[in-house]
């Protein structure tokens, strides 16, 4: 079946330096992957949809100079967190679709961000 | 404003009967609504689809319903086991609004032998 994968699963980084999250469709190509962030006991938020070969779309709140989000391929997303502060620390995790008329979401592992 | 509302608090039931949760949405007007499964420090899991038009959806012991003019979406597991133990989070897909999940806070349940 469909398998997104994320990596890394977890990541600590010194306060001020920057982290990248990539995020990858295993069987299938994703013209738009969703990044989401995920507080502890809370729901999922929807930070921005990432288009294949264009900008993404930020949702309202998102900065998004300090989240970089980049789609090169139709396989692979990346989110870059930059100049981490200890309150990015969360677990973030990406979705795709598999297009073609489905609605079926599939979620990657999730990646943990602890920022020190 | 917009909301989708699931129950803050966590659900304890006993092994074999049905757990039922509720998800409830505001000035939404949803495509269609999932429902996910969410275990601790993983990604969520889809686990059913239910489209606008629909009234009801089942897989094996796993039933959706789907009531729009309520606003509302209950989930039920029948012959609950410990294994079923997550978070259950409820999405909603509006119309117009591409292929953005807007979820629910999830509901935790636990289920005891």
Redesign the interface.
Known sequence: GAV?S?HPSWVICKSGTSVKIECRSLDFQAT?M?W?RQFPK?????MA?SNEGSKATYEQGVEKDKFLINHASLTLSTLTVTSAHPEDSS?Y?C?A?TGAGG????????S?LTVV | SQKIEQNSEALNIQEGKTATLTCNYTNYSPAYLQWYRQDPGRGPVFLLLIRENEKEKRKERLKVTFDTTLKQSLFHITASQPADSATYLCALKNYNQGGKLIFGQGTELSVKP
């Open positions: 997104v994320q738009t969703f989401y809370q729901s999922l938020m929807l949809t677990f995790i979705s679709n609605n079926t979401i599939y979620f990657g592992e999730g943990w």
